[in-house]
Nanobody, 123 residues
Framework: QVQLVESGGGLVQAGGSLRLSCAASGRTFSNLNLGWFRQAPGKEREFVAAIRWLGSTSYADSVKGRFTISRDNAKNTVYLQMNSLKPEDTAVYYC?????????????????WGQGTQVTVSS
């Protein structure tokens, strides 16, 4: 079992920045593949970014160049640095974790989820 707790969401103006954190417990963190997804009202959960246990990363086209995913295995934490935020980035952001091998870009690949943190970007 893995427990995930996200933090760092909030209200920010367009063009601003936020850094989300997701703290994990319950399993060897360094072996986990991790991802960030988001879900806006009335929409399906969508992929944002992923980082695999060896450190390779993937990003959705909509956030490429603006968001950066990173991990600190010593702190059992994965981060999402979000810059140049846009109103369309408004959503609940979820952290996911899995020990399975996969692409990392599909929600069905993840076995564990946090409770989510709200990000609201005003225009």
């Amino acid at each position: 079992q893995v427990q995930l707790v996200e933090s760092g969401g909030g209200l920010v103006q367009a063009g601003g920045s936020l850094r989300l954190s997701c703290a994990a417990s319950g399993r060897t963190f360094s072996n986990l593949n991790l991802g960030w997804f988001r879900q806006a009202p009335g929409k399906e959960r969508e992929f944002v970014a992923a980082i695999r246990w060896l450190g390779s990363t993937s990003y959705a086209d909509s956030v490429k160049g603006r968001f950066t995913i990173s991990r600190d295995n010593a702190k059992n934490t994965v981060y999402l640095q979000m810059n140049s935020l846009k109103p369309e980035d408004t959503a609940v952001y979820y952290c996911g974790a899995t020990g399975r091998v996969g692409t990392g870009i599909f929600a069905r690949e993840y076995d564990y989820w946090g409770q989510g943190t709200q990000v609201t970007v005003s225009s």
